[in-house]
């Protein structure tokens, strides 16, 4: 997979799981609202990651 395709992929990703976090807070769900969080953070962590080694390719 092309790694701009991947890093959109992840943007998505975690875009998607920051909207079901809020609904799982609303409902309550305090461990599995925290285990979202887990992984949007690890997406968007990612992203930075391949980030820095795009532009560090392009250096």
Do not use: F, W
Request: proline share 2%; net charge neutral; no cysteine.
């Amino acid at each position: 997979m092309h790694p701009d395709v991947k890093v959109e992929d992840l943007r998505l990703a975690s875009a998607m799981l920051k909207q079901i976090r809020k609904k799982t807070s609303a409902a309550g769900e305090d461990l599995l609202s925290y285990l979202i969080d887990i992984a949007s953070a690890e997406a968007d962590e990612r992203v930075r990651a391949m980030q820095s080694e795009i532009k560090g390719r392009l250096s």
